[in-house]
């Protein structure tokens, strides 16, 4: 054995000596070309197309509750939305309106085809729509006849259609699905085009789990945080901020109690808020990237001596009067400032932290979903008793809302939103306060 091991070790320094200079050199070019394929592969990547992600998302879904950016990627439904929040051909090519807006007839377009490969007609259409009779003419000519006119009905069929959950006609398909129980831990969806060639969504209940996933190299992208923890100190890491315009926080009044019965003191007590700097500030319930969107209207900017001049003489300065904001556990620092700015007007205000929304409410700080188009009946329409959580009651607000749903022209439409903003920030049942921020990080 000793001789074995004394032959081995004079053969490798025999060798080693007769291509000492071969071997060093293929060493050093394997070392080199080791640093070129690690610091290429990205561009690499970039340029054939083939880039994976891994991107982390807070929350808990299931099939039948996927984020609506997924759903858009995995499919579209017989139309799609523009910037503006206007109806655009999708499934379909076209339509026809006719009837005063009570009749639309949709033409699906030809040789459209499921990720199954199976060919996609009227006869896959399974939209619920209240007090809508759906008659499907043929495989391509789809009518649908409504009760009353209703001329959002083309946004509302941008809902993404998709069969046996996860089976869809957009660019991604999905070719993966894993569960966590009755949730979804990751899906992943390829590429049909030329973006990426895969990407895989993992789920995370909370931001401490998201984060830590990060840090560990399980994502390589952090999706729609509301914070970024201390992540902008970690080296390599880019942080991209938005404004998100699809929703507004705002400070909800009860107007069933007496205390808010009159505008002035809600105007007071908008006048007695103080600035947001960081954010961009929401003035009306309307996104101000829709073609609805108006800006001529009221102005609440922080005014102490107004909101003193007028609080100070309410019941709400009383020794006895107290005001309570309830909000969530997220929005928690912004409700106490908002009450600490209060207090200083001589209220008393205390804050409770909900989990769940309490219609019992005095007022409440959250945020509320923008819908795409200008069209706010469920929220303000005095008859929407599940969804108009202000209880606000104005016929001159409800004539606007009936008129705007019905009114085909766009310009007459804009009018009517335009006065409908107006007037309804003048009443104010909510402050509006700004839009949040959405954060993405990014590993570089």
Same mark, same amino acid.
């Given at each position: 054995?000793?001789?074995?091991?004394?032959?081995?070790?004079?053969?490798?320094?025999?060798?080693?000596?007769?291509?000492?200079?071969?071997?060093?050199?293929?060493?050093?070019?394997?070392?080199?070309?080791?640093?070129? #394929?690690?610091?290429? %592969?990205?561009?690499?990547?970039? !340029?054939?197309? +083939?880039?994976?992600? /891994?991107? *982390?998302? =807070? $929350?808990?879904?299931?099939?039948?509750?996927?984020?609506?950016?997924?759903?858009?990627?995995?499919?579209?439904?017989?139309?799609?939305?523009?910037?503006?929040?206007?109806?655009?051909?999708?499934?379909?090519?076209?339509?026809?309106?006719?009837?005063?807006?009570?009749?639309?007839?949709?033409?699906?377009?030809?040789?459209?085809?499921?990720?199954?490969?199976?060919?996609?007609?009227?006869?896959?259409?399974?939209?619920?729509?209240?007090?809508?009779?759906?008659?499907?003419?043929?495989?391509?000519?789809?009518?649908?006849? #409504?009760?009353?006119? %209703?001329?959002?009905?083309?946004? !509302?069929?941008? +809902?993404?259609?998709? /069969?046996? *959950?996860? =089976? $869809?006609?957009?660019?991604?398909?999905?070719?993966?699905?894993?569960?966590?129980?009755?949730?979804?831990?990751?899906?992943?969806?390829?590429?049909?085009?030329?973006?990426?060639?895969?990407?895989?969504?993992?789920?995370?209940?909370?931001?401490?789990?998201?984060?830590?996933?990060?840090?560990?190299?399980?994502?390589?992208?952090?999706?729609?945080?509301?914070?970024?923890?201390?992540?902008?100190?970690?080296?390599?890491?880019?942080?991209?901020?938005?404004?998100?315009?699809?929703?507004?926080?705002?400070?909800?009044?009860? #107007?069933?109690?007496?205390?808010?019965?009159?505008?002035? !003191?809600?105007?007071?007590?908008?006048?007695?808020?103080?600035?947001?700097?960081?954010?961009?500030?929401?003035?009306?319930?309307?996104?101000?990237?829709?073609?609805?969107?108006?800006?001529?209207?009221?102005?609440?900017?922080?005014?102490?001596?107004?909101?003193?001049?007028?609080?100070?003489?309410?019941?709400?300065?009383?020794?006895?009067?107290?005001?309570?904001?309830?909000?969530?556990?997220?929005?928690?620092?912004?409700?106490?400032?908002?009450?600490?700015?209060?207090?200083?007007?001589?209220?008393?205000?205390?804050?409770?932290?909900?989990?769940?929304?309490?219609?019992?409410?005095?007022?409440?700080?959250?945020?509320?979903?923008?819908?795409?188009?200008?069209?706010?009946?469920?929220?303000?329409?005095?008859?929407?008793?599940?969804?108009?959580?202000?209880?606000?009651?104005?016929?001159?607000?409800?004539?606007?809302?009936?008129?705007?749903?019905?009114?085909?022209?766009?310009?007459?439409?804009?009018?009517?939103?335009?006065?409908?903003?107006?007037?309804?920030?003048?009443?104010?049942?909510?402050?509006?306060?700004?839009?949040?921020?959405?954060?993405?990080?990014?590993?570089?």
């Amino acid at each position: 054995m000793r001789r074995r091991l004394q032959y081995a070790f004079l053969f490798v320094s025999v060798f080693f000596k007769k291509h000492r200079k071969e071997l060093i050199l293929t060493a050093l070019s394997g070392f080199f070309m080791t640093l070129f #394929l690690i610091q290429a %592969y990205p561009l690499m990547i970039n !340029i054939t197309g +083939q880039k994976r992600l /891994k991107i *982390g998302i =807070i $929350g808990k879904v299931r099939e039948t509750s996927l984020p609506d950016f997924i759903q858009k990627q995995i499919s579209f439904g017989l139309t799609s939305l523009n910037a503006e929040g206007e109806a655009i051909p999708a499934a379909a090519s076209s339509w026809d309106i006719t009837d005063n807006a009570k009749t639309y007839t949709f033409h699906i377009r030809k040789n459209l085809l499921w990720h199954d490969g199976k060919e996609f007609t009227t006869q896959d259409i399974n939209y619920k729509l209240k007090d809508a009779e759906i008659t499907k003419l043929d495989d391509y000519t789809l009518k649908i006849s #409504l009760k009353d006119p %209703y001329v959002i009905l083309p946004v !509302i069929l941008s +809902q993404p259609m998709i /069969k046996d *959950g996860t =089976i $869809g006609l957009g660019g991604y398909k999905v070719v993966r699905l894993d569960y966590d129980g009755e949730s979804i831990a990751q899906i992943s969806l390829q590429s049909l085009l030329a973006d990426y060639s895969s990407i895989t969504y993992k789920f995370y209940p909370n931001i401490n789990q998201a984060v830590l996933a990060f840090k560990l190299g399980e994502v390589n992208v952090l999706k729609d945080l509301v914070t970024f923890d201390n992540l902008d100190m970690w080296p390599m890491v880019k942080i991209n901020k938005t404004s998100d315009y699809n929703r507004f926080v705002g400070l909800f009044f009860n #107007l069933d109690n007496p205390m808010f019965k009159v505008k002035e !003191i809600r105007q007071a007590l908008a006048y007695g808020l103080p600035e947001f700097d960081d954010f961009d500030k929401a003035f009306t319930p309307i996104s101000p990237l829709s073609w609805g969107y108006s800006k001529n209207v009221r102005l609440y900017n922080s005014d102490p001596d107004a909101a003193a001049k007028i609080l100070s003489k309410s019941p709400l300065a009383t020794t006895s009067s107290v005001l309570t904001i309830s909000t969530y556990p997220s929005y928690v620092a912004l409700a106490e400032e908002i009450a600490e700015s209060w207090n200083k007007f001589g209220l008393t205000v205390k804050v409770k932290v909900e989990n769940s929304f309490d219609s019992s409410y005095q007022i409440f700080l959250m945020s509320q979903l923008i819908p795409p188009d200008p069209d706010q009946y469920s929220y303000w329409q005095s008859t929407q008793e599940n969804t108009n959580i202000t209880h606000y009651n104005n016929p001159k607000i409800d004539k606007l809302l009936e008129e705007g749903r019905k009114t085909l022209d766009k310009t007459a439409r804009k009018k009517i939103y335009f006065d409908f903003q107006r007037y309804l920030v003048d009443d104010l049942p909510v402050i509006f306060l700004y839009y949040p921020k959405l954060y993405q990080i990014e590993r570089t």
